[in-house]
């Protein structure tokens, strides 16, 4: 009941909103993806801490005579990823500013796209984990589209056919799992699952490759990485924060549900090589993002960085070792990430509203100007550098820790995000917030009532992650669990 | 008392909050006092705790923290003799300084943000020495590296200032990377991070252990960076740059003294690991020569004193790779009352003459700066070694155990002693005495009593502090090292630490004292006799001159072998390898399937049955497919 009711409150919503007049679009959306955010909460609050199976499960025929059911529940993993969906989406929507006077569908595009999200979260079947998955890119690229940048136009078509190329592989996967399916074949979770196991090694390890090719192009992993930093770029705000601070996890959360479980012999073939991709990317976006002079695109490339250490956490588990500290850190990494980044590129839609560049070389001494949003802005850099007390620590900590029981030496390379990490965030922030002001920042005004609205539940996340991770980690800790013990 | 020790970091964060949260809406004179209340409120609970120590560790769970698979933490206090002479240090230098900003700090439009910032320190350093596991001493760690950042660069609109802040932070960065590594290494091993397991559960292990000194030296690397020593230094002498209480509390008295911290609370780990000892004992005392012969040349007063505590942090380690576990925290006592009181009474300098820092523009302040002249000579006398002040016990515990390890290792600690006493007497002459030779339209004058106050506090503590380490061989009892034996008596019973010679202690002793009497006349007859100054910026210097002055080039030598480097390869890689490497080969793989595409065009021919064909094909591929 509950799934059902937390999918149907925003897609209900984003068809509502087409109606809505003009002037209303906004508190609208603003209310009614609250209230998801309500029953989300709810549902945590109230969710069974000690159990890992699937809770408040709907299983209806949908497509009978292809064994197609719409199949949804929640277990802890995907209440944490629902909880994240309906508290960033409020948040996005609220960042829209007066002035920019965007249109009921802007909103409806939105929630239709939040709609989506929480279904590819509850999915329990593979064809309607399909739909979903697919269903939630034409908001975002309806969104892009219209509302991104100059070179929009290029760049969202490249990511639209680079994005739908990869899940074209994962379809192919799903449906040679139902093909081994027993009998008359369905595209249950749990047969899928079997389905998978029962495979010989060979096939289950090109399957591996092919939902690796769906899954790592949307997290994005290098070197599948290169939409990412054109895209986020040229995205306007709320597509950015949806891409990065969401979309980017159905990829991590594809891995984890339907990857590692269906052909857990393909880690055992390839988890070497994805792990390695996934270092690398660590430290080649690090690199990267040290030089670079827009702000908006640094902050993409450190997101490469960061879902590189998540990936590695989670490919560097290996059956029989019974670590759950990668996944569960992946998991927590996955919140911690979503409310850094999505504050960020608040930060640099805030900068670039009032200054009209996004230039590191124009700006600077923004803390004279305004304290309150350089002191908002400092909170969520030491979250993105992991500082300990700061939600960041918590998954870097055990995500590296997961990577070293599995190869030392790659927990050594991913654990240069550390290093990078400071250097490159830090040198942002001291050449935005701090020195002398510039021609550009001179009238710079402090946070609006509506910016701080946006901006301080994201600090608070950043400060109840980093020092009461357990509220989260408790209930993702059984289903985890049981997703291994699977193996 | 100890049910209460949670509230001892408590105080400065709720202080830290206020401050933070209410800024500006307080007045400058209650911020002063809730910054500094905080801090006394710690400090007296930390001396009771002091006072009821009975010498057996007592563990206080506060709240569970992280718990996932595996692994666990919590926010748990370890309270022992050592920690309770940490806390002590840390809230009662703490206070001092704290009281001492109020004076400094007031004109300061940001006044309350750096009682916030301070408190914050204080907090982070608590938890630092208080937390029961590696874990939580890593919170205090990278805690006190985030509010050194925020302090070192906390006029922010200087870029040289921003440039030091981020330039400590990286570099602590790359020693908290070890650290890191470091502290899962000991997850793996022992399955835990709590200081109590690990430490029970290293009987197993031997001195011919590897993951042992794997350990040890990675947690080291830590330590290199948090105290400064080789190579990870070069950060401290920038951090000068914040003002001069911090550089007093953080960068001399209590930060900089973590790594020495955590070496001791491992020093069971250590003990069992020959290899790292010699590890520390090595860069402690390459450290302690290094920057004492860079101090000789500085002319920054800040600088000097800079540069003198990397020095001495070097003997704190030299002690600790001895196996004097005690001396080491003994030095790390005195050090912070001599040291902080030298920075502080800097700062009255510094005050006095409205910001100026170069000593060749100073002198002859000793008629009117008579207090900060007492306790700046007080402290130096403490510094240079000589007896009784307190730096002369402390110093000569570390050379006495040094010798016992290897006469060598005594020779280099003595010559950076004499090192000491020249550029500390040499700082002393030339700005107390002799004639003003700054600009003489700034009259220098004494600072008011709320700074002063605290320098007469500190002076005491470093004229008499080292009574209470006063060693058996002058008839002493060693009140330190008896109260700290049963944190140490475990690591300093290990056999790797035994064996050596025993010290002829008394004639170690006169000989280091005589030698230090030699640099302190040295320095009186080039300085007060000869009444040279150092040459003006820009003059040619001898060759070992220059190199020292320039602090052996190592910072162009870091920028030209790491930061440009990274540079350039983040150009290259972003401009070479993604756009033209990467990016384009995933467009090249697009147009292909272009091409395909239009190839395949031409068999969309319209005629039916060509696709009717087609699709039997397909279906007898299919069939085939599914029965293999």
């Not at chain 1, 090109?206 to 992993?221: N, R, T």
Request: hydrophobic share 55%.
């Amino acid at each position: 009941m509950q799934t059902a009711v937390i999918l149907l409150i925003p897609f209900i919503s984003a068809l509502a909103a087409l109606f809505i007049p003009r002037k209303h679009g906004k508190k609208f959306a603003v209310a009614t993806s609250l209230l998801a955010l309500v029953a989300a909460v709810i549902t945590f609050i109230n969710f069974p801490v000690n159990n890992g199976d699937y809770q408040y499960v709907i299983n209806e025929p949908w497509i009978q005579s292809l064994g197609i059911n719409f199949h949804i529940g929640i277990d802890g993993i995907s209440m944490l990823m629902v909880l994240l969906t309906t508290f960033l989406t409020p948040l996005i929507i609220l960042s829209v500013v007066v002035s920019e006077t965007r249109t009921p569908v802007f909103y409806a595009l939105i929630l239709f796209m939040e709609a989506a999200l929480i279904g590819v979260f509850v999915s329990l079947d593979g064809f309607l984990f399909y739909i979903f998955w697919e269903l939630a890119l034409i908001p975002i690229y309806f969104i892009c589209l219209l509302w991104g940048g100059e070179h929009r136009a290029k760049v969202t078509l490249k990511f639209f056919i680079y994005t739908l190329a990869g899940s074209l592989f994962m379809l192919v996967a799903l449906v040679i799992l139902y093909l081994h399916t027993p009998g008359s074949h369905t595209f249950d979770i749990q047969a899928l699952y079997q389905a998978g196991r029962m495979l010989d090694p060979r096939l289950q390890g090109f399957l591996f490759l092919f939902f690796f090719l769906a899954f790592g192009i949307k997290m994005p992993v290098f070197p599948l990485h290169t939409w990412q930093p054109d895209t986020y770029t040229e995205a306007p705000t709320q597509g950015t924060m949806l891409l990065a601070g969401i979309m980017l996890k159905m990829g991590i959360y594809g891995v984890i549900r339907w990857m590692l479980p269906a052909v857990p012999q393909g880690i055992q073939q390839y988890g070497d090589l994805v792990l390695w991709l996934s270092i690398i990317g660590v430290v080649y976006a690090s690199i990267i993002a040290i030089t670079r002079s827009d702000i908006k695109r640094l902050i993409a490339y450190s997101s490469i960085a960061h879902v590189g250490l998540i990936a590695a956490g989670i490919f560097a588990y290996r059956s029989g070792s019974m670590n759950s500290q990668g996944i569960q850190g992946a998991i927590i990494q996955m919140l911690s990430h979503g409310v850094n980044v999505v504050g960020l590129f608040f930060v640099v839609d805030i900068i670039q509203r009032r200054t009209n560049t996004r230039k590191i070389g124009s700006l600077g001494g923004l803390r004279l100007k305004a304290p309150f949003f350089a002191t908002a802005f400092l909170i969520l850099t030491l979250g993105a550098v992991a500082l300990p007390l700061t939600d960041g620590f918590v998954g870097e900590f055990l995500l590296i820790n997961g990577i070293y029981i599995y190869k030392p030496a790659l927990a050594v390379l991913g654990g240069l995000t550390i290093i990078l990490g400071a250097v490159y965030m830090l040198r942002m922030y001291q050449r935005v917030a701090l020195g002398e002001t510039s021609r550009e920042t001179e009238n710079f005004l402090d946070l609006t009532p509506n910016e701080k609205a946006v901006l301080i539940p994201l600090l608070i996340m950043v400060i109840l992650i980093g020092v009461c991770p357990n509220i989260f980690l408790k209930v993702s800790e059984p289903a985890v669990a049981k997703l291994l013990s699977g193996f | 008392m100890t049910q209460i020790a949670y509230l001892i970091p408590l105080f400065p964060l709720v202080g830290f909050l206020i401050l933070g949260l209410l800024n500006k809406r307080l007045s400058k004179s209650v911020a002063g006092i809730i910054g500094c209340g905080a801090l006394l409120a710690s400090f007296c609970i930390a001396l009771g705790i002091f006072m009821n120590m009975n010498g057996q560790p007592v563990e206080i769970m506060v709240a569970p923290w992280i718990s996932a698979g595996s692994f666990s933490a919590n926010f748990a206090f370890l309270l022992d003799p050592l920690s309770s002479i940490f806390l002590l240090i840390i809230t009662g230098v703490g206070f001092l300084i704290h009281v001492y900003s109020v004076g400094y700090m007031h004109d300061d439009e940001n006044h309350n943000i750096y009682f916030s910032y301070l408190n914050l320190f204080v907090f982070f350093m608590l938890m630092l020495v208080m937390g029961s596991s590696y874990i939580l001493m890593f919170v205090g760690w990278e805690g006190v590296g985030l509010c050194s950042y925020l302090l070192i660069g906390f006029w922010f609109k200087n870029k040289a200032y921003n440039d030091a802040a981020k330039k400590a932070f990286i570099m602590n960065r790359i020693g908290d990377l070890g650290f890191l590594i470091g502290m899962i290494l000991i997850f793996k091993t022992f399955g835990t991070t709590d200081y109590l397991k690990v430490f029970a559960g290293v009987n197993g292990f031997d001195s011919t252990s590897g993951v042992l000194t794997a350990i040890t030296l990675l947690l080291f690397v830590g330590a290199m960076g948090k105290s400064a020593q080789i190579p990870l230094y070069t950060w401290l002498p920038d951090a000068m740059a914040g003002p001069t209480p911090v550089s007093a509390l953080i960068h001399a008295a209590t930060m900089v003294t973590a790594g020495i911290y955590m070496v001791a609370r491992s020093g069971v780990l250590y003990a069992l690991s020959p290899v790292s000892m010699t590890v520390v004992a090595i860069t402690g005392l390459i450290t302690a020569l290094f920057a004492a012969t860079i101090a000789l040349t500085q002319n920054d007063i800040k600088k000097v004193l800079a540069y003198s505590t990397v020095s001495q942090l070097g003997y704190m380690f030299l002690g600790l790779g001895v196996g004097a576990f005690s001396a080491s925290v003994f030095h790390v006592m005195t050090h912070a009352f001599f040291k902080a009181l030298l920075f502080l009474a800097a700062g009255s300098v510094i005050h006095g003459l409205s910001g100026e820092q170069d000593i060749r523009k100073m002198g002859g302040l000793k008629k009117s700066m008579p207090v900060t002249y007492m306790t700046f000579l007080l402290a130096t006398l403490a510094i240079a070694g000589v007896p009784p002040f307190s730096g002369f016990f402390s110093k000569d515990e570390i050379l006495g155990a040094a010798y016992s390890a290897s006469p060598v290792y005594w020779v280099i600690g003595v010559v950076t002693a004499m090192m000491t006493a020249f550029y500390m007497f040499r700082l002393l002459f030339l700005v107390f005495f002799g004639e003003f030779r700054g600009d003489h339209s700034i009259h220098a004058h004494e600072s008011p009593k709320v700074m002063t106050i605290p320098l007469m506090i500190l002076a005491v503590l470093s004229t008499i502090g080292g009574f209470i380490g006063i060693p058996k061989s002058l008839g002493g009892g060693n009140a330190i090292e008896k109260f700290l034996e049963p944190v140490f008596k475990n690591a300093e019973s290990q056999p790797s630490l035994a064996g050596g010679s025993e010290a002829p202690e008394i004639v170690l002793m006169v000989i280091t004292v005589a030698l230090a009497a030699v640099s302190i006349w040295y320095a009186y007859k080039k300085y007060i006799q000869n009444k040279e100054v150092p040459a003006a910026e820009g003059t040619k210097l001898p060759a070992l001159q220059n190199t020292l002055y320039h602090k052996y080039y190592v910072d162009e030598i870091y920028s030209a072998i790491i930061t440009k480097p990274l540079d350039k390869i983040s150009g290259f890689l972003e401009s070479i390898v993604e756009s033209k490497f990467i990016d384009n080969i995933v467009n090249k793989i697009g147009a292909l399937v272009e091409w395909i595409g239009g190839w395949l065009r031409q068999l969309q021919t319209g005629n039916v049955d060509f696709y009717l064909f087609a699709m039997v094909v397909g279906i007898v591929l299919m069939l085939f497919f599914k029965m293999m």
